[in-house]
């Protein structure tokens, strides 16, 4: 057996700023779950839809493992990242650094892990490892999965090996944080800057404010879309709620985190930014509580409504955006 001492879990919401948090308590700096995910920029949106998918996807972060490449950019953290195709490499690359010590982040297929119990395929899941044993490794996972857990070693490299869509190779990373205090006045403001520009300046029109305004335009026709109504749109709504966002699609994590900074930082922009995502949290629990309302009723003056809600959130979170790329 081999486990790295002092690792504990936190009763945190979302995985990868779960995973980001043991490493870096560990090495000494312990910052709170809004911190890490706005130092990482981690906030964003994204519709997505297409004749291959059986339904529309909402996502309101980042892709998979940039939150980790943003935050280690803005606090000028060394990241360390494997990835292989080779199983015992893989394997290698992670018993090396716990057997050292250090505990270490793995992105994976969360299908095969044994402390799931929703089987569903999602290959951009982050854990911290932090022990094995000959039949074991032992994880710390969100506090919805059960904060520090088990699952077979056979499970653990199926979910590493798994291909398809948000996938790594095998990736293992960890963290080193040079000395001195952290986060500085001006590490924020680049944080914040950097998410909203992406946010107000999106490439396609699926992402960022536009792709609000163009599921505001989607969602009154969701009844039609979906094959199953009553288990696509339910399912919509608890992926906003509960699927690791912390509520609100992420929204709740970004404004906690701008109330944070406002404690360091006295800015009038600041402060706007921070009350109109106060506002947009609300807005985006309304959206799915009638979404999922739509879903188990068949009603579509519920899904109409959503859209009207949407298009305030498209305009809410644009002002936002706008105030605090001002900073």
């Not at 107000?200 to 609000?212: E, V």
């Not at 906690?256 to 900074?261: G, I, M, S, T």
């Not at 959206?287 to 298009?311: E, K, M, P």
Request: hydrophobic share 40%.
């Amino acid at each position: 057996m081999a486990m790295v001492g002092g690792v504990g879990a936190r009763g945190t919401q979302h995985c990868e700023t779960t995973a980001l948090g043991v490493l870096l308590r560990h090495e000494g700096l312990d910052l709170s779950e809004p911190m890490l995910f706005g130092l990482g920029s981690g906030l964003s949106f994204v519709y997505w839809d297409s004749k291959a998918m059986g339904f529309p996807f909402l996502g309101g972060r980042v892709k998979p493992f940039e939150l980790t490449r943003n935050l280690a950019a803005v606090l000028g953290l060394e990241l360390a990242v494997e990835e292989t195709t080779s199983a015992r490499k893989a394997w290698q690359n992670v018993t090396a650094p716990i057997d050292a010590g250090r505990p270490v982040g793995l992105q994976l297929d969360s299908y095969h892990l044994d402390h799931f119990t929703t089987k569903v395929h999602f290959g951009g899941h982050v854990v911290a490892m932090y022990g094995y044993d000959e039949q074991n490794a032992y994880l710390v996972d969100t506090d919805q999965q059960g904060g520090a857990v088990t699952t077979s070693l056979d499970g653990l490299a199926r979910a590493r090996a798994e291909r398809g869509p948000m996938t790594a190779r095998h990736r293992s990373f960890t963290l080193t944080v040079p000395g001195g205090p952290r986060p500085s006045q001006d590490q924020i403001v680049t944080a914040i800057t950097t998410c909203a520009h992406a946010f107000l300046t999106p490439p396609i029109a699926n992402l960022g404010h536009r792709g609000i305004e163009k599921t505001a335009q989607q969602v009154p026709k969701w009844l039609q879309r979906s094959d199953d109504p009553r288990e696509d749109l339910p399912r919509a709504a608890l992926l906003m709620e509960r699927a690791g966002t912390g509520g609100a699609l992420f929204r709740n994590l970004y404004r906690d985190f701008l109330a944070e900074c406002a404690q360091v930082i006295d800015s009038g922009h600041l402060r706007t930014g921070h009350g109109l995502y106060a506002e947009a949290a609300t807005l985006w629990s309304q959206v799915a509580a009638l979404i999922a309302a739509a879903g188990a009723s068949g009603d579509a003056t519920n899904l109409a409504q959503a859209g009207v809600l949407l298009h305030d959130l498209a305009r809410v979170e644009r002002e936002a955006m706008q105030a605090l790329r001002m900073l």
